[in-house]
């Protein structure tokens, strides 16, 4: 089924004007992990996380088409979605940076297939890699969720550019 539309009509806001929008939805914010070919290990923050179905379960998130770390995301079969609990501030803003070793000093476990997940998540995800879209100037990561599990607890929330938690 081909379900793409033709162009949008004109715009009459720029970039920065879309940003500050934009920032009025408030996001949960997540630390997608993998595991490289050298047993190294790479994450990011990223706030573009959602779901997309039940059966089979999928998820989706987003990654800038320019980043360092797609090539990385797009060709490795598994990654971990890393839902933040408050009080994980921290480690948003290290994964946000470039970093030598973001990993060094914080707890982490290994997935079943070596990825890592970060101790205290709210919630995280191992997916396998189904799918991917190039838009815009991102690209769009379908996973398939082949494990998963849940701490119930307050959530790291990112707003107006700020963090803040849900009570």
Known sequence: MNIRSPRATERDFDSAHFR??????????TVITTRLADGSFRGLTASSFNSVSLDPPLVLWSLGARA????????NSHYVINVLAAGQEELALRFSRRSEDPFAGIDYMLSRTGQPILKGAAAWFECHNRSRYPEGDHVIFV????????????ALLFHGGRFGVTP
């Open 20 to 29: 500050q929008a934009l920032s009025q939805f408030a996001t949960g914010v």
């Open 68 to 75: 360092n770390s797609l090539p990385i995301f797009s060709g």
């Open 143 to 154: 996973g398939e969720v082949e494990e998963c599990e849940v701490e119930p607890q307050p």
